[in-house]
């Protein structure tokens, strides 16, 4: 029986994800949640999906949703924000589908001080529910580990309150992901804040489940966002083990993995770490650091090799009245980069033992 046998093509909501984590964690794989900026990256993201016959999730930060409604835009109220988001949102339910994968849109890393950008995608989540009778994103992250943990608790209880009407997965963040992203630093916060305590873990995990069982949780094991040399960053993803351990004795249950675990701040790390992250739970892992180098790589790479074809509208090595459109064509080096990104998602999807699974 494969992935599709249990949920459908197209985007997923409320059972159906917990149907597709239960499923990742039952077969030893994970989702991976790739940072989209544009109808070109979602394309190339669903691409490499069906190139692999895999699940993905498609998210959107605050920033690139910001550029998704475009630069024009004032966002000081959020509300460039607000608007790619929710019309990236709509993008994808609107051609996933004919992909013929399972994908889950969700929104990326959102701290106390965009909180307005949240309250306007839960905005349109509910305005999309009274209509379809479901919410218009199929999950949504916040992250408020540089808060103090009750705090942070709290204000996500707030919001999953309001969720869990809508079958909507909230994904919270406990502990610190060390570097930068999106306008999060933290690059100098204290060694021991990068790695959760199984007891926090169970007070979030004990808590929320008074609400819902819809959410999941980002544990900090010592990741780092960015791209680094190898050796520099020290994971300890089995930690997540030690968590689990913790919650299914606390629940007194047989489920060995009680709790769906994200890992965050990925890029870099060894076959071995991911191996182990997926043996204690992880089911979604962040990848968006190497996708924007293959982006980049696959427009550089174009440009080099025709590069004779691409200093002029007319004339070239084959004569000075030939025209060179079909090179500068943004549908021929846009696509270029796309087969790049396509390559990378497709190593990742692979590296998370997601290939295959429909």
């Given at each position: 029986?494969?992935?599709?046998?249990?949920?459908?093509?197209?985007?997923?909501?409320?059972?159906?994800?917990?149907?597709?984590?239960?499923?990742?964690?039952?077969?030893?794989?994970?989702?991976?949640?790739?940072?989209?900026?544009?109808?070109?990256?979602?394309?190339?993201?669903?691409?490499?999906?069906?190139?692999?016959?895999s699940p993905v999730i498609i998210q959107f930060s605050n920033g690139g949703a910001a550029y998704v409604a475009g630069k024009a835009i004032d966002n000081?109220?959020?509300?460039?924000?607000?608007?790619?988001?929710?019309?990236?949102?709509?993008?994808?339910?609107?051609v996933a589908k004919a992909y013929g994968v399972p994908v889950l849109v969700h929104s990326d890393h959102c701290a106390k001080k965009l909180l307005p950008w949240f309250d306007g995608m839960i905005a349109a989540d509910e305005e999309y529910f009274k209509a379809h009778g479901e919410p218009l994103f199929s999950s949504h992250?916040?992250?408020?580990?540089?808060?103090?943990?009750?705090?942070?608790?709290?204000?996500?209880?707030?919001?999953?309150?309001?969720?869990?009407?809508?079958?909507?997965l909230l994904e919270m963040e406990i502990g610190i992901t060390g570097g930068e992203e999106d306008g999060v630093d933290n690059s100098d916060v204290d060694n021991s804040a990068l790695?959760?305590?199984?007891?926090?873990?169970?007070?979030?995990?004990?808590?929320?489940?008074?609400?819902?069982?819809?959410?999941?949780?980002?544990?900090?094991?010592?990741?780092?966002h960015g791209v680094y040399a190898p050796g520099n960053v020290k994971l300890h993803p089995e930690l997540l083990g030690k968590h689990q351990a913790f919650v299914q004795e606390q629940l007194k249950t047989d489920n060995t993995k009680p709790v769906y675990f994200v890992f965050h701040g990925g890029s870099g790390s060894t076959a071995q770490e991911i191996s182990t992250a997926l043996s204690f739970g992880?089911?979604?892992?962040?990848?968006?650091?190497?996708?924007?180098w293959a982006y980049w790589k696959?427009?550089?790479?174009?440009?080099?090799?025709?590069?004779?074809?691409?200093?002029?509208?007319?004339?070239n090595p084959e004569g000075a009245e030939k025209p060179n459109k079909k090179y500068y064509d943004p549908r021929v080096f846009i696509r270029a980069a796309e087969v790049t990104m396509v390559d990378r998602i497709v190593e990742s999807m692979d590296a998370l033992n997601n290939k295959n699974v429909l």
């Open positions: 029986m494969g992935l599709l046998d249990i949920v459908p093509a197209g985007v997923l909501t409320g059972d159906n994800v917990k149907k597709l984590f239960d499923y990742a964690q039952k077969n030893g794989f994970a989702i991976p949640a790739i940072n989209c900026t544009s109808t070109s990256t979602v394309n190339a993201a669903l691409e490499a999906a069906k190139k692999n016959q000081k109220n959020q509300e460039a924000s607000i608007l790619g988001a929710v019309s990236g949102a709509h993008y994808v339910r609107s992250m916040l992250d408020l580990s540089e808060d103090p943990m009750e705090e942070n608790i709290e204000i996500c209880l707030e919001y999953l309150k309001r969720m869990a009407p809508m079958k909507c790695y959760t305590q199984p007891e926090d873990i169970w007070e979030i995990y004990r808590r929320f489940s008074e609400v819902t069982d819809l959410f999941s949780i980002a544990a900090a094991f010592g990741n780092v992880v089911v979604k892992m962040n990848v968006d650091t190497d996708t924007q696959g427009l550089r790479d174009f440009y080099e090799k025709n590069k004779p074809y691409l200093q002029s509208q007319v004339g």
